[in-house]
């Protein structure tokens, strides 16, 4: 599978994702947690048109790193940042980094517990 991002315009998170078949489900993580579900619509062969709703919640002031998630597979990230943050691209990068970080802590006590 592989996902491209066609950005985010007002409030939704649009791209297309490429696959013989869809996915179960996608989710968006925020912060290690599932904030979002995406739909799916078919866009011809192979091809299906993702739009994700985002809630308010990840749009706010500060730095912010959503995860698209296909199962335990990350499909793509986006880094949103809104009003005034010292050093847009260091905090972006590195909330990016905590919520690659969450989701590998999850998965991994997931495995160790059996699951």
Not at 6 to 12: A, D, I, P, Q, T
Not at 24 to 33: D, T
Not at 104 to 112: N, S
């Given at each position: ?17 490429q ?10 993580l ?23 709703s985002l ?28 009003g ?15 919520a ?16």
């Amino acid at each position: 599978m592989k996902f491209e991002s066609h950005g985010v315009s007002g409030g939704c998170w649009n791209g297309a994702l490429q696959a013989a078949n869809p996915p179960a489900a996608l989710s968006v993580l925020h912060r290690g947690e599932v904030v979002a579900e995406a739909s799916l619509r078919d866009a011809g062969p192979g091809v299906w048109a993702v739009s994700v709703s985002l809630p308010p919640a990840v749009i706010d002031q500060g730095a912010h790193s959503l995860l698209l998630v296909a199962g335990d597979e990350v499909l793509s990230s986006l880094a949103l940042t809104a009003g005034t943050v010292a050093g847009d691209d260091l905090l972006a990068e590195v909330a990016q980094l905590r919520a690659e970080l969450d989701l590998l802590k999850r998965e991994f006590r997931r495995l160790a517990a059996g699951g």
